[in-house]
T-cell receptor, first 106, second 115 residues
Framework: GIQVEQSPPDLILQEGANSTLRCNFS?????LQWFHQNPWGQLINLFY???GTKQNGRLSATTVATERYSLLYISSSQTTDSGVYFC????????FGAGTRLTVKP | GAVVSQHPSRVICKSGTSVKIECRSL??????MFWYRQFPKQSLMLMAT?????????EQGVEKDKFLINHASLTLSTLTVTSAHPEDSSFYIC???????????FGPGTRLTVT
């Protein structure tokens, strides 16, 4: 099956800093999503981005499908950005990476 | 749009009893629903996939007789944990997708504790 690797596993930032989270996947996929899991466990859809670049406020994402990776950019981070960020790459059944645990300090 | 609800959000049950968790798509028709399990500080693991009106497809290692899944309508799927044991304690999350998109939307999760 498809293997999904995320890096870094943990990231600590000062408020206002920028960061880049990476997602590598082992095989060609037709679908890729980024999620933020909040402290209560809810997964929030950030981007559905099988290819190309999208932006939503301070967040943006780029997927280079031919090279099997995706990047999530967070600019001007805020304490509310803290939590776990998951990437999921899939054709039919979603396969999650292990996540990046982000802590933003005031 | 694309809201998925789960009920209950938390449940505590005694060992040997059964627990039913409901997953509903509130504003779209969910042709496919998925059930995941997440242990503390770990990623989500797919348990099973269900298409409306069909039997669920279980991932390897997931006991279909223990985790009963029913997807009887385009807005409702249920997961029943039968004869629960303490090792079944976990966070169970459902997701759903509609007919014309592969994007999945997740419910808020159900925290199950078996005593």
């Amino acid at each position: 099956g498809i293997q999904v690797e995320q890096s870094p596993p943990d990231l600590i930032l000062q408020e206002g800093a920028n960061s880049t989270l990476r997602c590598n996947f082992s095989d060609s996929v037709n679908n890729l999503q980024w999620f933020h899991q909040n402290p209560w466990g809810q997964l929030i859809n950030l981007f559905y981005i099988p290819s190309g670049t999208k932006q939503n406020g301070r967040l943006s994402a780029t997927t280079v499908a031919t090279e099997r990776y995706s990047l999530l950019y967070i600019s001007s981070s805020q304490t509310t950005d803290s939590g776990v960020y998951f990437c999921a790459a899939y054709n039919n059944d979603m396969r999650f990476g292990a996540g990046t645990r982000l802590t933003v300090k005031p | 749009g694309a809201v998925v609800s789960q009920h209950p959000s938390r449940v505590i049950c005694k060992s040997g009893t059964s627990v039913k968790i409901e997953c509903r798509s509130l504003d779209f028709q969910a042709t496919t629903m998925f059930w995941y399990r997440q242990f503390p500080k770990q990623s989500l693991m797919l348990m099973a996939t269900s298409n409306e009106g069909s039997k669920a497809t279980y991932e390897q290692g997931v006991e279909k007789d223990k985790f009963l899944i029913n997807h009887a309508s385009l807005t409702l799927s249920t997961l029943t944990v039968t004869s629960a044991h303490p090792e079944d304690s976990s966070f169970y999350i459902c997701s759903a997708r509609g007919r014309f998109s592969y994007e999945q939307y997740f419910g808020p999760g159900t925290r199950l504790t078996v005593t």
